[in-house]
């Protein structure tokens, strides 16, 4: 997959193209992808993303927006590229480029500069200021602009019956087990293993403490979780606390610390990634110490049992 980031690097022949965030590039985005390279194959063309960066609602409300995405650019490239998407643009959004109609969109960036051949577009897609660029509106002028337009029915993307929103949601509420039935595989957070203050190799339980490399990434709910984790390239099950600590710490500040089942490994400043399989149980405040290593005991056992069910 190509990548660009200044309009006049591009040179794509007989581009067929699609636009839009895809953020988390869940299962409804695959298919726009899949329809992409289909329609593309068809002329001899290549598949076309033309994407945001920032998300167009961190410019828009800048104070407000309160978003947190489903993917880092980093990851969102990787997982449109393992797609098969040939090529994707990602112009830098900001407030003068969120004034422009619909039209000024059309002529200037899709006919102009990259001479579109096929727009492949969902059928209650918008763009454009005040989002007047609609799938009727863009029938309405590509004969005066001469490109196909592709309309992907209601009936193909809703059927998936999925979207961005609704995967913040299930993370959000912990339900990460639904969340991975939209994104077609479960939901992952990268960070880099830092020096925590050792409580858990005290009681038994040694911890994995995560600092998460961009901000912007959604956390799942605080909670225990059953988990996958990759650490330079070898996978093992564990468990995750999401939380506070209620029991050992006053700080009231959240963190994430995984223990990894029969590990033994010096991992700081190691890149692990975290793939969330299920919820075990909220975080809570236990009496004292010996009740949580009783609690962990059960969370472990749990956590086992559910990992075990993804190698049968």
């Known amino acids: 997959m190509r990548t660009y980031r200044e309009l006049d690097q591009v040179d794509i022949p007989l581009p067929v193209v699609t636009i839009g965030t895809f953020d988390g590039v869940h299962l409804g985005h695959q298919k726009i992808i899949d329809r992409l390279n289909h329609e593309a194959k068809l002329i001899g063309g290549e598949s076309t993303l033309f994407t945001f960066y920032p998300h167009p609602r961190m410019v828009i409300y800048p104070e407000t927006h309160g978003l947190k995405l489903l993917q880092t650019q980093e990851e969102k490239l990787a997982k449109l590229d393992e797609k098969g998407l040939q090529n994707i643009i990602v112009y830098p959004f900001d407030f003068d480029f969120s004034r422009l109609s619909a ?3 059309v002529r200037d960036f899709l006919v102009n500069k990259l001479h579109v051949k ?8 918008q763009f454009g200021r005040n989002r007047e660029g609609t799938i009727e509106f863009l029938k309405s002028i590509c004969d005066v602009y001469d490109f196909e337009v592709i309309e992907i029915p209601a009936k193909e993307i809703d059927e998936v019956n999925v979207s961005s929103t609704k995967i913040r949601d299930a993370l959000l509420s912990g339900e990460v087990s639904r969340a991975a039935e939209f994104l077609g595989e479960p939901y992952t957070v990268k960070g880099i293993v830092v ?3 050792q409580i858990g190799r005290t009681i038994g339980y040694p911890t994995a ?8 990434k959604l956390i799942p709910a605080n909670g225990v979780y059953a988990v996958c984790c990759d650490v330079e390239g070898e996978k093992f099950h564990g468990m995750m606390n999401i939380g506070v600590r209620p029991t050992v710490s006053n700080e009231q500040v959240v963190k994430m610390e995984a223990h990894l089942f029969d590990f033994s490994r010096d991992i700081y400043g190691k890149e692990i990634e975290v793939s969330f399989i299920s919820r075990i149980r909220d975080e809570r405040k236990f009496s004292g110490v010996e009740e949580l290593i009783e609690q962990l005991k059960s969370d472990e056992e749990t956590a086992r049992n559910l990992l075990l069910e993804l190698v049968r």
């Open 103 to 105: 039209v000024e969109f």
């Open 118 to 125: 096929k727009l492949v577009i969902g059928y209650d897609h």
């Open 195 to 197: 020096a925590g203050d």
């Open 209 to 216: 403490n995560l600092e998460i490399e961009d901000p912007k």
